[in-house]
T-cell receptor, first 114, second 114 residues
Framework: DAKTTQPTSMDCAEGRAANLPCNHSTISGNEYVYWYRQIHSQGPQYIIHGLKNNETNEMASLIITEDRKSSTLILPHATLRDTAVYYCIVSVNMFSGGYNKLIFGAGTRLAVHP | EAGVTQFPSHSVIEKGQTVTLRCDPI?????LYWYRRVMGKEIKFLLH????????ESGMPNNRFLAERTGGTYSTLKVQPAELEDSGVYFCASSHGGDYQPQHFGDGTRLSIL
């Protein structure tokens, strides 16, 4: 079962920041938070991941609370192309060498409107 | 850099027939994963290869499914014989070795069993 809870759906106006929350209250010390998204009929797309520090890349920012029990994915200037299902996933390395089995939940359906 | 490619994009077969799905990972990625989404359900992990070795088959639904990765490059997933409940979208993902490397997904094969 997924170890995260996310709102079922959210709306955002084009050009505004989209802030997608995720609760992972049972996260362990060695578990990372990953965010993926799935645009209709495509495969899941990797966005960002982090352990305890805030992270930023060209797509988004990831803010993880100090107790690591929740996080927020921020799309700074949402566009219509950001309309997708966003998945927050907590994952642990299964063995040394980088294997991390992803357990998907239902995700948040983000609708960006003009 | 070419992404993960999957073939075919769609397959329609009759119950009892055999189907083989193919996945070409990103060049240099030692880790290869198979996932699937059946109708109305969430994306589920099937199995994981490190190079040519199966590391985790815990998600394979039954012995009608056979995955191979000869030579540690591309992978195939064979379903024999196909049943109605096997319909869904089959995703392949790959990642570099090393801790917590993100997985990159293909766009999937949509399998329909009639």
């Amino acid at each position: 079962d997924a170890k995260t809870t996310q709102p079922t759906s959210m709306d955002c106006a084009e050009g505004r920041a989209a802030n997608l929350p995720c609760n992972h209250s049972t996260i362990s010390g060695n578990e990372y938070v990953y965010w993926y998204r799935q645009i209709h009929s495509q495969g899941p797309q990797y966005i960002i991941h982090g352990l305890k520090n805030n992270e930023t890349n060209e797509m988004a920012s990831l803010i993880i609370t100090e107790d690591r029990k929740s996080s927020t994915l921020i799309l700074p200037h949402a566009t219509l192309r950001d309309t997708a299902v966003y998945y927050c996933i907590v994952s642990v390395n299964m063995f040394s060498g980088g294997y991390n089995k992803l357990i998907f939940g239902a995700g948040t359906r983000l609708a960006v409107h003009p | 850099e070419a992404g993960v490619t999957q073939f075919p994009s769609h397959s329609v077969i009759e119950k009892g027939q055999t189907v083989t799905l193919r996945c070409d990972p990103i060049s240099g990625h030692d880790n290869l994963y198979w996932y699937r989404r059946v109708m109305g359900k969430e994306i589920k992990f099937l199995l994981h290869f490190v190079k040519e070795s199966k590391q985790d088959e815990s998600g394979m639904p039954n012995n009608r499914f056979l995955a191979e990765r000869t030579g540690g490059t591309y992978s195939t997933l064979k379903v024999q014989p196909a049943e109605l409940e096997d319909s869904g979208v089959y995703f392949c993902a790959s990642s570099h070795g090393g801790d917590y490397q993100p997985q990159h997904f293909g766009d999937g094969t949509r399998l329909s069993i009639l």
